[in-house]
């Protein structure tokens, strides 16, 4: 029994997210699942990296399983390609050490937002990104993004109910202009339901003017997701970048 790593990158667009769900068939993880186990001949399950939401996408996604039947992955990741729908991609397949687990062993993630902010739609590029058309203050910005890296208690930054330790460390938000578009990128060990989402349209806030840092720092302290940002639809996020 051997345990393989496979980094895969999604269009999410069609997807009801990354989790296997038993209300439907349509999700990143069943896909997976199925085609692997069709080509192995073997029931496969696999462990993701992240759990990307409905409509999120993936640059680099990993994931883990266990095969007693896998014995080339060179032909094995041939076969993927043929046989995974061509919105998801098998970009590599590898031996990975016994103990290897695609999320506990995962140390850092990086999610890329992508703003579009003129009024002239992005006709090619409108499932990748969010239209906001509106005037921003960068500075006022990264302002309020000073206050989201570090340690913190992000349960005003989740939309989910939990039981496990709500405390990340987002250690870089970068925000990079490119014309039109806004780029935002959150670096960190880990995000909450839906955080990378409602820390991108708090900081839009912050741009217009409609939040400030302090009112950041206080959603912090106080934990309360209604001081916090709207949260920012999914098309615009994409999972960029993972380190083991």
């Not at 076969?79 to 590599?92: G, T």
């Not at 050490?97 to 999320?103: I, K, M, N, V």
């Not at 806030?205 to 950041?216: H, I, L, N, S, Y």
């Amino acid at each position: 029994m051997g345990n393989y790593k496979l980094t895969l990158s999604y269009d999410g667009s069609r997807y009801a997210g990354w989790q296997r769900q038993g209300n439907t068939g349509s999700t990143i993880q069943r896909k997976v699942e199925e085609t692997l186990s069709r080509v192995l001949d073997e029931a496969v399950q696999v462990s993701g990296c992240g759990r990307t939401d409905a409509g999120v996408h993936a640059r680099m996604q990993v994931c883990s399983f266990y095969s007693s039947a896998l014995s080339s992955p060179e032909k094995t990741l041939t076969l993927l390609r043929r046989y995974l729908p061509e919105d998801i991609a098998a970009v590599r397949l590898e031996a990975a050490p016994p103990r290897f687990h695609a999320r506990l062993s995962c140390r850092e993630k990086t999610y890329r937002y992508r703003v579009w902010r003129s009024d002239c739609p992005n006709v090619f590029e409108r499932k990748y990104l969010y239209s906001f058309p509106e005037p921003l203050s960068l500075p006022a910005m990264r302002e309020a993004a000073s206050e989201l890296t570090g340690t913190h208690d992000f349960a005003a930054f989740s939309s989910g109910r939990t039981n496990k330790s709500t405390v990340r460390t987002v250690r870089e938000i970068v925000l990079t202009e490119n014309g039109p578009e806004l780029t935002m990128s959150f670096t960190g060990d880990g995000f909450l339901y839906h955080m990378v989402r409602i820390m991108a349209g708090t900081l839009l806030e912050a741009g217009q003017g409609k939040r400030t840092a302090e009112d950041v720092r206080l959603a912090l302290q106080k934990k309360d997701r209604s001081l916090a940002g709207f949260t920012a639809p999914a098309q615009g996020l994409t999972l960029w970048d993972i380190q083991y």
